[in-house]
């Protein structure tokens, strides 16, 4: 079976990937590559994705990332979404745990954005690619602008919208709680969060995500 929005997600995706090939001789940009995990629970720890990557560029224009990953739900619709702490070294433990970037935004500087939204390959395989520019972050649930790309936390996090829904595409495709019920979203979560997107049937979750604790971290 194919998927439409695939199609164009690999192209715009595929395209970008080739630009972080030579982004960083003519912009000066800092690359670093990670491995990607399942997201822990109450009732497993975070584990590695075998084979699944990501990567990020950050200079002074702003961050741009890729991830690949597989272990997804076949047609589901997996978005993807930046998560950085301005000022990380706030955070009570490094990488900065969650109950600080939610429960303590505004003392560590917590801005979370949509980066790309793709529906799952048959085999459970997606490609994520974006880019986010240096200074206000416009739809950011937070007020916290990207001020120095290179000394900020990035957090890479996917979230699982269940299976695609056609009348509501769009929105599954590019907002936080589009295709999803009320109740599956976190409690912690701001409003800003919850009213963004056409909810549905479906259940979402968080499910994977790639860590960035950059060397240039804030002063």
């Given at each position: ?83 950085f702490m301005a000022r990380s070294e706030k955070c009570s433990a490094t990488p900065c745990p969650a109950e600080d970037v939610i429960g303590g935004a505004d003392r560590v500087g917590t801005q979370i954005v949509y980066a790309d939204g793709v529906v799952n390959n048959p085999d459970g395989t997606a490609r994520f690619a974006a880019h986010l520019p240096k ?85």
């Amino acid at each position: 079976m194919t998927y439409p929005f695939n199609t164009l997600a690999a192209g715009c995706a595929a395209a970008l990937l080739a630009a972080l090939t030579i982004a960083p001789a003519h912009a000066g940009g800092t690359v670093q590559r990670t491995h990607v995990e399942h997201m822990a629970t109450d009732k497993t720890p975070a584990r590695p994705i075998d084979g699944a990557a990501a990567g990020l560029i950050t200079s002074g224009d702003g961050a741009t990332m890729w991830l690949e990953t597989s272990d997804l739900e076949p047609g589901h619709v997996t978005t993807a979404w930046w998560v950085f702490m301005a000022r990380s070294e706030k955070c009570s433990a490094t990488p900065c745990p969650a109950e600080d970037v939610i429960g303590g935004a505004d003392r560590v500087g917590t801005q979370i954005v949509y980066a790309d939204g793709v529906v799952n390959n048959p085999d459970g395989t997606a490609r994520f690619a974006a880019h986010l520019p240096k200074g206000p972050v416009p739809r950011g649930w937070y007020d916290q602008e990207l001020g120095h790309p290179d000394k900020v936390e990035i957090h890479l996090v996917l979230n699982d919208h269940g299976p695609l829904i056609p009348e509501i595409a769009a929105s599954m495709l590019t907002s936080y709680r589009g295709g999803c019920r009320d109740d599956s979203l976190p409690p912690p979560f701001p409003a800003s969060a919850k009213a963004d997107g056409i909810p549905g049937p479906n259940a979402c979750r968080l499910i994977q995500d790639a860590i960035f604790v950059q060397s240039g971290q804030s002063e």
